[in-house]
C-alpha cells in the first residue's frame, strides 16, 4: 500500500508501489494466500507505526494513553499521534516527509512556543507556535518543503504564515481532515486481545 513516506517523490511514476505492487522474490507476483483476521489487524498497527515513524513501545505507550481518554479510542490515538511535533512539521509543510520533519527536529532547527524544540515525539497543544529558527529558514529542505506545500496547502486544523516561518495549532486534529485509509478499529481490536 502506498503510505507516502518518500515525500514528493511518491506523487510522481518514480514511485516504487506504482511500479510493483506485490511482495519481493521470484514467485511474489504469484503469490496469493487469505489473510487471517490477526494478520489484517497486524498489518493495520504496523503500517501505521511505519506511517508515523513510531517504534513498537512507545506505540503501546501511546495506545494505552488513548485507551484512558474519554472518547472512542481509535480515534484519540490517531488524535495523539497527529499532535507529535515531528507530525505538526510535517503537516504545516516546513519538510517534505514524516521522516524528514523527525530529522529537521532532531537537528534542532525547530522552536516550539520560542523554545529550542528537539525531541520529535514531544506533543504539541491548541495555540502552541511551531516556527523554523532563524538560522535555519535559508536551509535547502525546508525551502523546497515549503514551495511543495504551497502548491499542496495544509490541514485545517493548522494555521501557517510562510513568510515568517512560523506556524500555529488552531484546534485539535479531526478524523474526517486524516484521509489516509487507516482502519483504527483494527488497532484497537488487536491490542484488545
Not at 507556535?129 to 496547502?153: F, Q, T, W, Y
Amino acid at each position: 500500500m502506498k503510505l507516502f513516506l518518500k515525500g514528493d517523490r511518491c506523487y510522481t511514476d518514480k514511485c516504487a508501489i506504482e511500479k510493483r505492487n506485490y511482495p519481493p522474490g521470484a514467485h511474489g507476483s504469484s503469490y496469493r494466500q487469505k489473510q487471517s483476521e490477526y494478520g489484517l489487524q497486524l498489518r493495520e498497527k504496523q503500517k501505521v507505526k511505519r506511517l508515523y515513524g513510531v517504534l513498537e513501545k512507545q506505540f503501546r505507550r501511546l495506545f494505552a494513553e488513548a485507551s484512558r481518554r474519554k472518547g472512542i479510542s481509535g480515534e484519540n490515538l490517531l488524535k495523539l499521534l497527529e499532535r507529535r511535533l515531528d507530525n505538526v512539521v510535517y503537516r504545516m509543510g516546513f519538510a517534505s516527509s514524516r521522516n524528514e520533519a523527525r530529522q529537521i527536529v532532531r537537528h534542532g532547527h525547530i522552536m516550539l512556543n520560542d523554545h529550542k524544540a528537539d525531541i520529535p515525539s514531544m506533543m504539541v497543544n491548541v495555540n502552541d507556535v511551531v516556527s523554523v529558527r532563524e538560522r535555519s529558514r535559508k536551509h535547502p529542505h525546508i525551502k523546497n518543503a515549503m514551495d511543495a506545500a504551497l502548491r499542496k496547502g495544509t490541514t485545517g486544523w493548522v494555521e501557517v504564515d510562510m513568510k515568517n516561518f512560523t506556524g500555529k495549532i488552531v484546534a485539535e486534529p479531526n478524523r474526517e481532515e486524516l484521509t489516509l485509509p487507516i482502519q483504527e478499529q483494527l488497532i484497537v481490536e488487536l491490542y484488545s486481545r
